[in-house]
């Protein structure tokens, strides 16, 4: 508040400057009628007094805990206005932003660790959702790999807001296409077939849980699941030769969508 000693005739840069707002704001203030200069020089400026100054530092206070102007010159200027009560309720208002702003920084958080780490679960969480042949580490290889990709990206996003039971769900999803794709293999489906472009459609569908999957990126990862000695052994412990008729199914699907096989790419 302004000491005793504050001087009559402040111009709107010198109040301007000791309150730490704009010219414009005052500006504004004054042609509303919410805080209108006291005095005047003979050239007919306008000058603030002492008791402008302790006006505009009210002004000023009220609106930094969140008040609208309107609000600012019933406070005060209304004598019916109930002040206290006022002020209570603007601080109900106050702490529901606090509580808000703190469960936006949660989010944020996890989003971080979401984004370095690549799944907010602890390693006993994974070897119970994933089963015990699961490596912890993968998360951590796939940052290492993948992190800069947008595919890397909505990953995270998605694994910051998924709870352990949301895993759950991903990871039952896609233990029952593995062995749908087993059973179809053991029963002679034929790569191109209606019931084999159905399954190649549904891994699509499942595998969307961790990001959006184009046919040319789907054909990308038929190869890997062939090729890659981790992704092989583990869809031949389902079935033997699975990884090899999985890969020959998601290629049929991409010929059958124009795509040639041989030359798709990650895109």
Same mark, same amino acid.
């Given at each position: 508040m302004p000491g005793a000693g504050d001087a009559?005739?402040?111009? $709107? !840069?010198? $109040?301007a400057t000791r309150l730490g707002v704009t010219v414009r704001a005052l500006h504004h203030?004054? %042609?509303i009628g919410l805080a209108r200069p006291s005095l005047r020089t003979a050239a007919g400026y306008r000058l603030y007094t002492a008791g402008d100054l302790e006006r505009l530092h009210r002004i000023v206070v009220y609106r930094e805990i969140g008040l609208g102007l309107d609000r600012i010159g019933a406070l005060l200027d209304? /004598?019916?206005t109930d002040v206290p009560g006022a002020l209570r309720?603007?601080?109900?208002? $106050?702490? %529901?932003?606090? %509580?808000?702003?703190?469960?936006? !920084?949660t989010g944020l958080d996890r989003m971080i660790d979401a984004h370095e780490r690549g799944l907010l679960l602890t390693a006993e969480q994974q070897a119970a959702i994933f089963g015990p042949d699961?490596? /912890?580490?993968?998360?951590?290889?796939a940052r290492r790999r993948y992190g800069d990709t947008a595919q890397w990206r909505q990953y995270a996003e998605r694994a910051a807001t998924r709870s352990p039971e949301e895993w759950q769900a991903v990871a039952e999803a896609m233990g029952e296409l593995e062995r749908a794709l087993g059973d179809a293999m053991d029963a002679g489906v034929a790569p191109g077939s209606p019931e084999a472009e159905r399954l190649v459609e549904r891994h699509r569908e499942v =595998?969307?849980?961790? =990001?959006?999957?184009t046919r040319q990126m789907q054909v990308c990862l038929g190869r890997m699941y062939e090729t890659d000695l981790g992704f092989a052994a583990h869809y031949? !412990?389902?079935?033997a030769g699975l990884a090899t008729w999985f890969r020959r199914i998601i290629d049929a699907d991409a010929r059958a969508h124009g795509i040639d096989p041989d030359t798709a790419a990650w895109q």
């Open positions: 009559d005739g402040l111009t $709107v !840069g010198q $109040v203030w004054d %042609e209304d /004598p019916a309720a603007q601080r109900a208002q $106050v702490t %529901e932003r606090i %509580e808000r702003l703190q469960q936006l !920084g699961w490596d /912890p580490d993968w998360p951590a290889q =595998f969307a849980s961790y =990001f959006p999957l031949d !412990g389902v079935r």
